[in-house]
């Protein structure tokens, strides 16, 4: 009984027993048969897998289909997953805007993070999640500010149209290191922290967003070659007045305001003679020809 049994098994999986030398031997049907039989398959194909990847879209669905639960479970799982990470970053910036008041008196620190998180009623140990703990305290500040000046541009924009372009310049960049003034004495170890490597590209890119935020709120709107160059500009005055308020003891940083008056005015000015040698080249070409208009043209603005 065992044995035609066990016959009838092999004539279903395999080719018919082979007699070779005296010794049987079993040759088994091609797996894409076998496969192309079975009920867990999703495609009847008895092509080799070689020339066409197997597709697993259809038995995801009939498994979604024949246990229900079990895919609700998932999905759920998921969301609760997703809303948990959304929740933990906001509770990281919580503990962020809560180590802000104690940076005045323990510095851009952990120890100023592990305060904050106390202020809040957060465990200590949420610094611990934060790969780059002071660097990402000053990030958040950098942020803080820039959305705070975004804020100011956007609330009060007939203040500034009623300005001449250089005085809406130095009134921005006024109103974003005033920002700066409370934390004046640990500032330096800020920028020492904005200054190693691992926080470099973070730390440039904010200020290059500060930047185009100043001139984008005092209304330029250039999208020439001239776009760069005032950018450079601006970023070198900005980060001169900021270095100058750092030893800075006059009252309100009066001297701060009137250096960040002089290096505005002074860019300026430059502009206006850049342009006016451009108008005297363009007059003295007209008379001698292009060449010398255009070699004036490149000196000037290169």
Request: aromatic share 10%; glycine share 6%.
């Amino acid at each position: 009984m065992y044995g035609s049994t066990a016959k009838r098994l092999l004539q279903h999986f395999g080719a018919p027993l082979v007699s070779s030398s005296g010794t049987h031997m079993i040759r088994f049907r091609p797996l894409q048969s076998l496969v192309s039989r079975s009920h867990f398959s999703t495609t009847v194909n008895s092509e080799p897998f070689a020339n066409e990847p197997p597709s697993f879209a259809n038995s995801t669905s009939s498994y979604a289909d024949e246990f229900p639960n079990i895919s609700n479970s998932s999905s759920s799982t998921a969301d609760h997953t997703r809303r948990s990470r959304v929740e933990y970053q906001d509770e990281q910036a919580r503990v962020l805007q809560a180590s802000l008041p104690h940076v005045i008196r323990l510095g851009w620190s952990e120890a100023a993070m592990i305060a904050g998180a106390k202020d809040i009623g957060v465990s200590a140990s949420i610094v611990g999640s934060f790969p780059r703990k002071e660097g990402m305290l000053v990030e958040f500040f950098m942020d803080d500010c820039l959305q705070r000046l975004i804020d100011r541009i956007e609330s009060s924009p007939d203040e500034l149209k009623s300005l001449i372009p250089s005085d809406r310049i130095t009134k921005l960049i006024r109103i974003r290191l005033e920002m700066q003034s409370p934390y004046i004495s640990k500032w330096p170890q800020a920028l020492s922290i904005q200054a190693q490597p691992v926080n470099v590209p973070t730390s440039f890119k904010q200020r290059a967003m500060l930047v185009d935020e100043i001139w984008h709120g005092a209304g330029d709107d250039t999208a020439d070659f001239q776009w760069y160059v005032k950018r450079t500009v601006l970023g070198g005055i900005y980060s001169t007045t900021e270095i100058y308020m750092l030893t800075d003891n006059s009252p309100d940083f009066r001297d701060t305001w009137a250096f960040l008056d002089d290096r505005v005015k002074d860019a300026f000015d430059l502009k206006k003679t850049i342009q006016e040698a451009t108008y005297l080249a363009e007059a003295v070409g007209a008379g001698m020809g292009t060449s010398l208009q255009g070699f004036v043209k490149r000196v000037f603005q290169g």
